[in-house]
């Protein structure tokens, strides 16, 4: 083998995610894991059974349609409409993906070029570098910073550049939970048109806000025809690892991320996009009582941080909450993470693993509220010996 390193540069210092080592780090020790994003229950029994009836009706066993089965790609449709007035047609206009994280990498891969640039929000989802870096893009970091982790509209049109080709947002937003307002929205949707830029919106969370609500920036005038939005079923309905996600756009856009996607997965979880699309047809009730459910934890959690001496940054969405161990004494979270598990039984996540500006997230740390009641209740317990 000659000098050249085995990995692809353009993903050296990527590595094993934070999320595999913590969750290692949790199956050691026997810590309660509020690190990883995942629930520790699973969803609607109803949907769990229409998988299996999928599976045993022979529906999904065999690789289905490339874009995604029919009944799926009309339930999406469905859905745009039925929650935010948006009119899509599902044949030209819905993609299904092997989970939102697919539909990033293809829609990363499909619309850039080496040397565009990207603006996204800072902190961000770890695969946004990894997949704007496959791309041979690069990522131009637009920092929330603490305590209200707001985007700041002027550092945003200032960091626009003649190679910028796309705006990557996350609303809500993992990790801090922040949701953006239409009066945001609004600015940065003036700047997409004034500067002719894409869109990229990841929308994983539409149904878990708590204060303000959530509004597709597709909605928007002039927003139409260059946003692409993204979408899954994990962290609505509580199946994680059935890696069902969407795309909706316009058809030109979908055709290019169809385009990069046929060659990621091709094809995926066959039997649970039957079930996903019963899921889509849920009532309202459901909808209002999962929100309703984690807001109680979201509180829970919240309550028993502010206890155990953290400063506390309470997520206007999502299932995470972003908290300072400074007024703890510690500032160097990923040490604070590492160490956790052995202090006191509980496994976090440091925030600065979402930064490019590591300093920037280095006090902050990142819990998970997404697991049963009494979980939560014995890590808040667990927690508290922190403030003693």
């Known amino acids: ?97 092997a989970g939102a994280t697919e539909a990033i990498a293809a829609a990363m891969l499909a619309l850039l070029e080496p040397g565009d640039e990207v603006i996204a929000f800072e902190p961000f989802y770890d695969s946004y570098a990894a997949c704007i870096a496959m791309a041979g893009a690069r990522r131009v970091p637009l920092t929330l910073r603490a305590p209200s982790f707001r985007p700041d509209l002027d550092e945003l049109r200032a960091k626009i550049t003649p190679r910028t080709r796309l705006l990557l947002l996350n609303t809500p937003h993992n990790p801090t939970g922040t949701v953006l307002t239409a009066e945001e929205q609004g600015a940065i949707a003036a700047l997409a048109v004034e500067h002719d830029l894409l869109v990229v919106t990841d929308e994983v969370y539409e149904h878990l806000v708590y204060e303000g609500a959530h509004r597709p920036i597709a909605a928007l005038p002039g927003m139409r025809e260059r946003t692409v939005s993204i979408s899954s079923a994990g962290k609505t309905f509580s199946f994680t690892g059935w890696k069902v996600g969407w795309v909706t756009a316009a058809a030109p856009l979908v055709s290019a991320v169809r385009t990069a996607k046929q060659f990621l997965t091709y094809v995926a979880s066959g ?36 206890q155990a001496g953290f400063e506390v940054f309470r997520p206007a969405g999502t299932y995470f909450i972003t908290t300072d161990i400074r007024p703890l004494g510690e500032s160097d979270g990923s040490a604070f993470c590492r160490a956790l598990p052995e202090r006191c039984g509980v496994v976090a996540i440091p925030n600065e693993v979402f930064y490019d500006h590591r300093e920037q997230g280095a006090p902050f740390v990142r819990f998970a509220f997404c697991k049963r009641t009494n979980v939560l209740e014995e890590a808040v317990s667990r927690l508290k010996s922190l403030a003693a």
């Open 271 to 306: 039997p649970f996009q039957y079930a996903v699309a019963e899921a889509l047809r849920l009532p309202d009730s459901y909808f209002a009582d999962f929100r309703a459910d984690m807001l109680a934890k979201r509180d829970l959690l919240a309550g028993g941080l502010e």
């Open 1 to 97: 083998m000659s000098g050249r390193p085995v990995l692809n540069r353009r993903l050296d210092g990527l590595g094993t995610t934070i999320f595999a080592e913590m969750s290692a780090l949790a199956t050691a020790t026997g810590a309660i894991n509020l690190g990883q994003g995942f629930p520790d229950t699973d969803g609607p029994e109803s949907v769990r059974e229409a998988a299996v009836r999928a599976l045993r009706e022979g529906r999904g066993n065999q690789y289905p349609p490339g874009p995604g089965i029919p009944e799926l790609r009309t339930a999406v449709s469905d859905h745009q409409r039925r929650f935010y007035g948006l009119d899509l047609d599902p044949d030209t206009e819905v993609l299904v993906t």
